[in-house]
């Protein structure tokens, strides 16, 4: 088959029409053909090939890694099932047992609806195909949503623990915030040093003026000293 000549009109049409109770190939053949093609119109033609040949392990491969994401966040269920759905829906065989299906119980329990239903057959798949793409993206919308929100959540606590590590850096005014959280003392705090640095020393100063000041003050770094009194 001549795939550069293919487009992807005609590789969707294909896909359309063929089976899918055909097995998947085997994962050693699946795995065995990636190799770097040698130009553009080679890349374009076995990305037609592979898709057509390969078409129900790269589904696997896509519903395999969506089911990863719901190990992490279970919302993500919501968007694989749309979008395996959605997938399937573009098939014809597939389409065409469903229908068959749909009909037999209508046939059984009510008949009436078939003939509703027989006359816009085209427009009830589509319909749904369009249903099912819809929820596919608001459940991937939900999931990263859920995901920022849980991002700035972890931000606020990690800010808030460092405040808490670190009391110096939000009450004296002569220290400074820096990362990795460290109070870094540029000068002792008005009227003597913090009340939660455990490391202040009595000095004397000209006049005999008795001021505390901190005993890290050498190292410029007040570390891990500088937190709350028992």
């Known amino acids: 088959m001549d795939w550069s000549s293919m487009t992807a009109e005609d590789l969707v049409d294909a896909l359309g029409e063929v089976d899918l109770s055909t097995p998947p190939r085997p994962v050693s053949e699946f795995l065995s053909r990636f190799t770097a093609p040698r130009s553009y119109s080679n890349w ?48 014809d065989s597939l389409l065409t047992v469903l229908w068959a299906l749909l009909i037999g119980l209508l046939v059984v329990y009510h008949g009436a609806p078939y003939i509703f239903l027989r006359a816009y057959l085209g427009l009830i798949f589509f319909a749904m195909q369009v249903l099912l793409l819809a929820l596919a993206a608001l459940a991937v919308l939900a999931a990263v949503s859920l995901a920022e929100s849980k991002g700035r959540g972890i931000g606020e606590r990690a800010e808030a623990a460092t405040a808490s590590a670190w009391p110096c850096c939000d009450t004296c005014g002569a220290c400074t915030r820096s990362i990795p959280p460290q109070c870094r003392c540029a000068d002792e705090a008005p009227g003597g040093c913090h009340p939660a640095c455990r490391n202040c020393v009595k000095s004397t100063v000209d006049g005999g003026s008795v001021v505390f000041r901190c005993a890290d003050r050498i190292t410029n770094f007040c570390k891990r000293r500088c937190t709350p009194a028992a």
């Open 44 to 91: 374009t033609s076995r990305l037609k090939c592979k898709i057509y040949y390969y078409r129900t392990n790269y589904f696997i491969l896509v519903m395999f890694i969506l089911g990863m994401g719901f190990l992490r966040k279970p919302v993500v269920i919501l968007a694989a099932l749309p979008t395996g759905f959605s997938i399937a829906f573009l098939n």
